[in-house]
């Protein structure tokens, strides 16, 4: 395995059957997972964490048809739903390698059924129903329910399941979360009394899988907490508690004193008041590190809090080790993760720098290269320069 210099991500593989553990723990028995690893696993690389899932899931869901090709083709063979629209033309491919689409349109499904029948074969769909989102997915009404016969009665196509998003369960108040699911289980029965069958049924993200059992239903999608984190702040972290599975590690390139007066990176913004030592770090926004963290976030060197200084380059950034012994070229520091007693999590990134957490990870850029552990040991890395794993698992 290469040893990486400049930046890297650990990627804990434990913490994520570890963090699937602890979601199970809250569904009734019988209730399925789908793994969501869209973005690439939300930037943690899909394909290891699909594997380290594959015991605990129905299946994954991605949100484009490449992914769920990269899935199958690294061995992947549970069924994989694309949560998104799928166009036209990709439906040759789709149908051919089973791959389950969203649908809402007639047009789409009449698509579907011609393609099904020329491939001779049958297309398993998941219905898509707006309850709230307004995003994509066909209305909780009568005209819906009617659609959704007329859809069932195409040759070639079976209606798998049927699923809605919640717009605001990782709320603290689920009023809104709960009016979706009302609709979610009234156009349920509308369907029924149409003799349209839904075998799974599916509403739940992450914050609803820890907050909202009522909508657990057949089948919830995982999200977010297979990664460790927590959807918002508003959602407790007490009853399905979660272990960071990404890291962010570098290296100090070089460290010098400055003295009282020296401005700090572009535009200045930071000015030594006096005498300081300061260490530069081989990271910028370029790999995807917040830049909104310029002058607000820290990193951690021989486990202490070193603050940004001045605003972070594209490739660069500077923090303060004034009275932190022993800092030179090549000294480990820590961007996102645990060193002794101290922890920079994704969420204190989001805090610190006011971004988005979900953001942050599946910001991550090209140029960092994942390495992936299990049982404390490195069990292989991507590297996304190279577009190549290297032996995984
Ligand atoms: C992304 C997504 C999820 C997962 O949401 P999390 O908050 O990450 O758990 C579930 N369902 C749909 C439709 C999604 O787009």
Request: glycine share 10%.
């Amino acid at each position: 395995m290469k040893s990486y210099t400049r930046v890297y991500a650990p990627i804990d593989l434990d913490a994520v059957v570890y963090n699937m553990k602890s979601m199970k723990q809250k569904l009734a028995p019988g209730t399925e997972v789908l793994g969501v690893v869209k973005a690439d696993g939300y930037g943690h690389g899909a394909v290891p964490v699909a594997k380290a899932l594959d015991p605990f899931v129905k299946g994954y869901a991605v949100a484009t048809i490449q992914e769920a090709r990269i899935l199958q083709k690294h061995g992947i063979v549970k069924p994989v739903l694309i949560l998104g629209v799928t166009h036209k033309s990709e439906y040759e491919e789709l149908i051919r390698h089973k791959i389950r689409p969203a649908v809402f349109t007639y047009n789409q499904a009449l698509s579907l059924s011609e393609e099904a029948c020329r491939q001779n074969t049958a297309v398993r769909i998941h219905l898509a129903l707006d309850t709230g989102m307004s995003r994509i997915g066909m209305q909780p009404d009568a005209e819906g329910a009617c659609l959704a016969a007329r859809i069932q009665a195409l040759k070639g196509i079976e209606i798998e399941g049927m699923f809605t998003h919640f717009a605001r369960a990782d709320e603290l108040d689920k009023a809104a979360a709960m009016r979706q699911l009302e609709q979610y289980l009234e156009f349920v029965k509308l369907l029924k009394a149409q003799g349209v069958e839904i075998p799974w049924k599916h509403c739940s993200n992450s914050a609803a899988i820890m907050e909202l059992p009522q909508a657990h239903l057949d089948l919830v999608r995982a999200g977010i907490s297979i990664y460790g984190i927590c959807p918002s702040d508003e959602v407790s972290q007490e009853q399905v508690p979660l272990k960071p599975v990404m890291g962010l590690k570098s290296f100090v390139t070089y460290v010098k004193t400055l003295k009282a007066g020296a401005q700090v990176s572009y535009g200045g913004t930071f000015t030594a008041t006096e005498q300081m030592q300061v260490a530069t770090i081989p990271v910028g926004y370029g790999d995807g590190y917040p830049r909104n963290l310029s002058g607000k976030g820290y990193v951690l060197i021989h486990g202490r809090k070193a603050r940004i200084l001045g605003r972070i380059c594209m490739d660069q950034f500077m923090v303060d080790v004034t009275g932190i012994p022993g800092v030179g070229p090549d000294t480990p520091v820590t961007l996102m993760g645990r060193e002794d007693d101290e922890e920079i999590t994704v969420e204190d990134l989001e805090r610190l720098g006011g971004g988005f957490r979900y953001e942050i990870v599946c910001g991550l850029g090209k140029r960092v290269p994942r390495v992936y552990l299990q049982n404390g040991k490195v069990t292989g890395a991507k590297d996304y320069f190279d577009d190549r794993y290297e032996d995984f698992l």
